[in-house]
Structures are given as C-alpha cells and as structure tokens.
C-alpha cells in the first residue's frame, strides 16, 4: 500500500451564507484547494465528494457528479463518488481517498466536503440532521438529536459527576479559538455564564451546548506520496486511519458514556500510524455539542474516562496546552456544514502542521488527529497525519 | 342461560379542569355553574390521548383481571361521539392492540350517551346465540362542549371496556330493556366541531322520560323495586340528573354513591354509565344486585338488572382501580385546557 | 404519505413484539432477523417474544427544541428506559412533572398517540411510558 500525503488545501467561510448556493461553495473550496496544489485539471484522477443530505435540505442527489461539474471538469469525465455516512461523511470520504491512491488505482484525488443548511428553515433543519438517528425506534417517539446528545451528558453527569460547568468549559474554550480563525462562523469570545444561562434545548443541554447550523465547504487534493514533492514542499502523510461503526440507535450501545465506535477507530488509527495519544499536539475532534469533545478525548485517551469535564476546565485542551483540542473553534464555533466537518478539520491539521495557523498556531505540532462522528456514534473516523518525510 | 360480565376496566385520564376556570374565562361564575351541576371538576385527555387510545387502555385493563386467551373475543364494538376517525374504526386498532385480531369481526357504534351500552346488548346477542364465546363492549368518549356553552362544564374524557360472555361470569346480566324514541335533545350535524342541545328539553322529555319509563320497564321485567338493588348506577350527565332520577324512582344516596363519578370526573359520555359501573365492580361482592340504566341523547335508554357472582373472587385485582383513577390528578388552567382540546387556531403544519 | 411504515410496525409499537434468539435466548426489541451476539448460527431461530413493558429509567432529557409535530406536548421527557427483560428502548415519560423523572425510576408501558400525518392523515400510535403505580388489591378487605 502506497503512503498518501496532502498536497493542497482550501475551504469557503462557514456560517450563515445567504448569497452562497451549494454550488458555489463547492466550487470555491475545491478551486482554493486545487490551486493550493498546483495540479491541473489533467493531473486529477477522482472527485470524492462527502455530503450528508443535499437531498434533503436543497432536493439535489447526486451531487457528485455536480461538484465535478461546476468545478469545470464536467469534460475530463472523471469518477465521482458522493458518500454519505451522517456528520462523518466527509472524513470517510477523505479515508476512501486516500484508499484510492494507497490501492495504486489512482494518483491524484480531491476530496471535497459540502453542505448548504440554511435553504430550509431551522426547525426543518434540525429534523433533518436527526435523520441520521434510529427513524423507527428514536426519532418517530420525539427523540431530537440533541436529546439523545443530552441523555449521553445526563449519564455521563450521573455516572462521573460531570457539570454544565465542565460542559461549558468546552464552549468557552472553542469560541476563544474560533475568535482567532478568520473563516470560523463565531469570531467572539463567550463567557461560561452565557452558556448557563442560555435557554433549554435538551436538558441538561443549552443553546450555548450546541453547534450551530452552517454553510460551508472544504477540499483537499490528496496525492501518492513519492509524487507529491513534485507539486509542494509540505507534503502532509496521512500517517494512519480508522473508521469503525456501532449499533445505531443510542439505546443499543454497550456503553452510553462510550463511543465504542470512537475507541475502535482511534486504535485502528495510532496502531497504523504506530504512535500514542501523547505524540499528538493538535486535534480536530467532532464538537457537535459540548459533551461530545469531553466524551470524544476520554475515548480517544486523551484523558482518562470520566475525566474529560475536569481536563478542560483544568486547560489540558487549551490552545498550546498539553493537546490542542479543536484549534480552529471546533464545529462549536467554526461551524458544522455536516458534510464539510471532516474535509473541514482535515484542512486545519494540514495549516497547523505546516506552520500556517496564525494566532491559533500550535508551537512544535508534528502530529495531529481528526475525530469525526455520524448521527449518535454510530459511525466514527480518525485519521493521523504528520509532517511528511 | 345468560350473558354477563367475564371482565372489566376503565381508564381516566389525569388532567382536570375546576368549573371555575371555565367560568372566570367567559365571564361566568363559575363555581355557581359547578354547584349547579354538582360537579368539581371533569377530565381533560392529554394531547397525545383520544378515544383510541382510551379505549384500548380500558380494553387492556379489562384483559389483565382475568386469564382469557383474546382470539376468544370474536367480536369488539366501540361506541362513542368522539371517535378520532369519521371513516376507520377505534374497534380496529383495540384489536391489534390486545392481540384479538385478525379473526374475528368489529364496528364502532353512535348512539351518543348509550354508544357503549347498545354495544354491550348486541354482544349479549352474539354470544347467548353462541355465535361467539365472548364479545368486547367499550363507551370510551372524549366529548367537547361549545366554548362558554354549559356543557363545556361537563364533557369530559374516559371508557370503560366490558368483555360479554356466557361463561366465567363475574356478574350475570339477567335482565335488559331498552326504551328507544326520536327525540331531538342533542345532536351534532357530520363536519360540525361541536354538538347544540336544547337547553331545558333535554331534561323531562328527554332524559328522565327514556331513563324513568325504560326503569319502570326493568322494574316490571324483574319483579324487583328499588329496594332490591345493592347498587344503583345511572348515565350522569351532571350531578343532578341522575339523583333526582334515582330519587324518583324509590333508590337511596348509599345506592348511588360509588356508581356516581360525574361529580370528580365531570360527564364521560359513552363511558359514563360503564366508567360508574366498574366503580362499583370494583367494590361488589358475589351476590350483590346492580341497576344500571343508561342514556343517549337522540334518544334512548338500555337498562340492565346485574348479580354479581362467586367468580368476582377469582379475578386479579393489581393494576389501578376506577377510584385509583379519579383520584390520580393534574389540574391544568383553561389556556392549556383549550390546546390541549384543541381550541387554539394553530397554523398549518409547513410541508 | 409513509403509510405502510408505520402499518408494518404495528405489532413492534403496540405490543412490544420484539424477538429473543433461539440459540443465545437474548431477547432484541425491535425484532432482528439476526441475533447481535450469534451470528449466523441464530439465523431461522429468532422467535417472536413479548416485553411485558415494566422497566426502569436508564438515562432521560427533556426536550424543548421540538419537531413541529412535537409542539403540543413540549416540553416533554424522553428516556432511554431498560426492560425487565433486559432491553433498552427509547420512549417518551409521560404522567409525570418532567423536574420529578430520576435515574432508576420504575415505568410501565402505556398506549398513546405518536402523531399524525396533518389533520387529515393517519394517526400514529404506539408505546409511552409511565412512572409504575404500585398494584395490590382494588378492594379493601
């Protein structure tokens, strides 16, 4: 198998993005992150596209074959695949990628990630990002994604003494990162009052608890490693992957305070990549609400389970602190276009580990990690990259 | 031979409204319209109940007494003036729902106060007639009154399920008559929301004429007065009603005490007289005799001469006993009283 | 609209059919075809098992942000309740102050509606659940 390294990144703004249609915010990743890469319309192999429910939210499947077209590569007649696997789609997307190239099928590959929330109103989106629950035994009885979320922090809570307090810890702490991130949807800074006292979503869970709604897009061209010289310096090696999935309703979990398919993935990934949590300096992991950092760096041994309220309240996850959890605000405060998150965290990894991150530059990062997760757990993916050879 | 009760359950849902919330809201006093009524306070379904789901909660207490293998039940009948479906029947999903189907037949009955009843005496019918072993007879209502209308009062929410057989009768129904005219006290025209009375008629011509004549009738029938009955139960439209008919016709207050739960529950309509006889079920001993007569506007009374036998000993007494229900209670104020009855003007759903 | 969805759910919603293996004898809720812990050796040995729905509460939230068909009933408790069978399933707690639900909390299974597909549509029915009452004799002696 052939090692693979990144050799360009790009991604729009996330938010609110009124005048942006899904179109144009892949195009303009994609074009950011191939123009990042210096490749040329020739060179690439496959689109790979991770989107969770344009069909859905904008009444478009196959956008795959969109993408590539409105990209201007309609006439190169690539491959192009669409993959959907709940809010991890675009980082199983990045690991088929990269399978691609490991396989020596292709050479060169972009992977994109896009999602365009904003055409419905919020009440429909919320429905739609609960899809990715269990239809028939969660969601038809009134279970909200965020209220099986909150019934993983209420047991967490019960079974560790977790607090809102611990919880909103991690959204302090990431609206502080995303205030240094010119792309995040939020570059303010909150107060731990402002989460506790925000109005009920799910309890224990509070607006402030919650990632919001976004718009947004990312790319990266992936490439053989023993090529990528050719086009940059900086190559960035995926060093080692993991994707694992559970039983997909909640309810069914071995574990309701573990992600079981998190601590699979996160194995299968160090084991490859033959490092330990400790040679980790910076990591993207998936935030869509605030117990779900604390519960993703116990998994991800990180921190010891239980621990995770207390390690971020004590500032082990801080910017620069012992691992940099969420550097770029996280989906918290950069924002979730679900089906960008992976692409998305990918492309921070890729900045801070060559030295590209500005004020929310980890000193000395090496090594970093992305964390993401479909619907409740059900699907997990990390990928390790480093600094290529 | 004869047709009697093998089972019995009830089901009332928690909430209430006071007379006097109804009334502070219409510029009514309220608390005089409840003494005038006799009635405290009635009960109000909660926003995911209706008679479908009533019905079967009765239905299934009624299953859990006795050991009785439900694809025995060969027939359910629901009656009510507030079934969720114009076109599809509750008898259907209660069906399902206590795993009697699919072999067997079903059909809900309309005969606003009486619904439950008549379905209890075409069951007698089915299974004197051998036709089938047992019969399933549910009076399950959650009745609405006009907005400021008097009955607002008293239309109120519950069912009562009876299963009807020949065999392991806890009380045999010895005696029924029916009393039946075309008498228009109360009526709902088909796509309209609420039910019109007329005001006064509905009283000597229409209730105590059925509920008196059909009496004297089972008196006759019997062989029996008042005096012979242990318990006496009457449709309770109010808390009024029923006493005077009672009085009339020779019963005492000891009589009427358990049957009467109008004055706690407020008016249950096809629920009523079977919600006031499982009360009394539920305190009865073998031997004892009931009377219970009841009354749908429209107009008619089913009266029926009950004994209650040894196998009342037999049957299981967990789960919630009617005055269990009754007693199990959430007052809620009229602004949630009318969303949950759907009085509110909502928007319509996006698509 | 999903009218033979709910339909061929019936018997799972209203009378918690689920299925119990054959070869292990854990009991699933919904009914699987496959048992999780054996494998193929379970296939054609799954047989139809009924929860007797007492259970208790193994984790709740109350919801407030609600789906639009939700509105009427918010806000309003889900759990995540585990059967005396050993199940876990995800329902609403109904009949209860949402402030008075607690972890360990003994439920009973009840029948209510779901939902309904516009005032037009089909009503959807299926399970809630209730704080468990205590059951003895109805009459006093």
Known sequence: MRDVAIIGVGETAFGELWDYSFRDLGIEAGLKAIQDAKVTAEEIDAVYVGNMSAGKFIDQEHVSALVADYAGLADMHLPTVRVEGGGACGAVALLQGRM??????????????????????????????????????????????????????????????????????VA?????????????????????????????????????????????????VLCAMDQARRYTDAPIRIAGSGQASDFLA??????????????????????????????????????????????????????????????????????????????????????QPVGATGVAQAVEIVRQLRGEAGKRQVVGARRGLTHTLGGTGATAVVHIFERGA | MSAGIVTYGGYVPRYRIRPKEIGAVWGADGEAMGRGLNIKAKSVPGPDEDVITISVEAARAAMAKV??????????????????????????????????????????????????????????????????KYGMAIGSDTSQGAPGDALEYSASAGGAAFVIGTDRMIATIDHTVSYT??????????????????????GEPAYFKHVVSCAQLLFKRAGTTAEDYDYVVFHQPNGKFPVRAGKQLGFKDGQMDTGLLVRDIGNTYSGAIMLGLCAILDEAEAGDRIFAMGYGSGAGSDGFD???????????????????????????DYATYAKYRGKIAMKEAAA | ???????????????????????????????????????????????????????????????????????MQKPYVIAIIETDEGVRLTAQVIDVAPDEVKIGMRVQAVFRKLGQEGSAGVIHYGYKFRPATETGPIRRP
């Open chain 1, 100 to 169: 691609a190239i490991a396989s020596g099928m292709h050479d060169v590959v972009v992977v994109g990630g896009a999602e365009k929330m904003t055409d419905v109103g919020e009440v429909q989106a919320a429905e739609i990002l609960s899809s990715t629950a269990d239809q028939e035994w969660e969601s038809v009885f009134g279970a909200t994604f965020a209220g099986l979320y909150a019934m993983m922090a209420r047991r967490h809570m019960h079974e560790f003494g977790t607090t809102r307090e611990h919880m909103g810890a």
């Open chain 1, 172 to 220: 302090v702490k990431n609206h502080k990162n995303g205030a240094l991130n010119p792309v995040a949807q939020f570059q303010k800074e909150i107060t731990l009052e402002t989460v506790l006292q925000a109005p009920w979503v799910a309890e224990p869970l509070g607006l402030f608890d919650c990632a919001p709604l976004s718009d947004g897009a990312a790319a990266i």
């Open chain 1, 250 to 335: 909640l309810h069914d979990r071995r574990d309701l305070t573990t992600m079981d398919a998190t601590v699979v993935a996160g194995k299968r990934a160090f084991a490859e990549a033959k490092v330990e949590p400790r040679d980790i300096q910076v990591a993207e992991v998936h935030d869509n609400f605030t117990i779900t950092e604390i519960l993703a760096i116990e998994d991800l041994k990180f921190v010891e389970k239980g621990k995770g309220g207390p390690a971020t309240v004590d500032g082990v996850t801080a910017l620069n602190g012992k691992v940099s959890v969420n550097t770029s605000g996280g989906l918290k405060a950069r924002g």
């Open chain 2, 67 to 132: 050991d009785l293998d439900p694809t025995n039940i060969g027939a359910i009948y629901v009656g009510s003036e507030s079934h969720p479906y114009a076109v599809k029947p509750t008898a259907t999903v209660v069906a399902e729902a206590i795993s009697a189907a699919p072999v067997m037949t079903a059909a809900d009955f309309e005969f606003a106060c009486k619904a439950g009843t008549a379905a209890m005496q075409t069951c007698m019918g089915l299974t004197l007639s051998k036709m089938y």
């Open chain 2, 181 to 202: 005219t075309d008498t228009p006290d109360f009526w709902r025209r088909e796509g309209q929301r609420y039910p019109s009375h007329g005001g006064r008629f509905t």
């Open chain 2, 306 to 332: 009950l004994t209650v036998t040894d196998e009342i000993r037999k049957i299981r007494r967990d789960g919630r006993s009617i005055q269990d229900m009754v007693k199990d209670t959430a007052f809620i």
């Open chain 3, 1 to 71: 609209m999903a009218i033979p969805r709910f339909w061929r759910e019936i018997p799972s919603r209203y009378n918690l059919i689920g299925t119990k293996c054959g070869s292990c004898g854990q009991v699933d809720f919904p009914p699987r075809e496959v048992c999780p812990e054996c494998g193929r050796r379970s296939i054609g040995k799954m047989q139809r098992f009924r929860l007797k729905g007492a259970g208790q509460v193994v984790t709740y939230t109350v919801i407030h942000d609600a789906p639009a068909q939700f509105e």
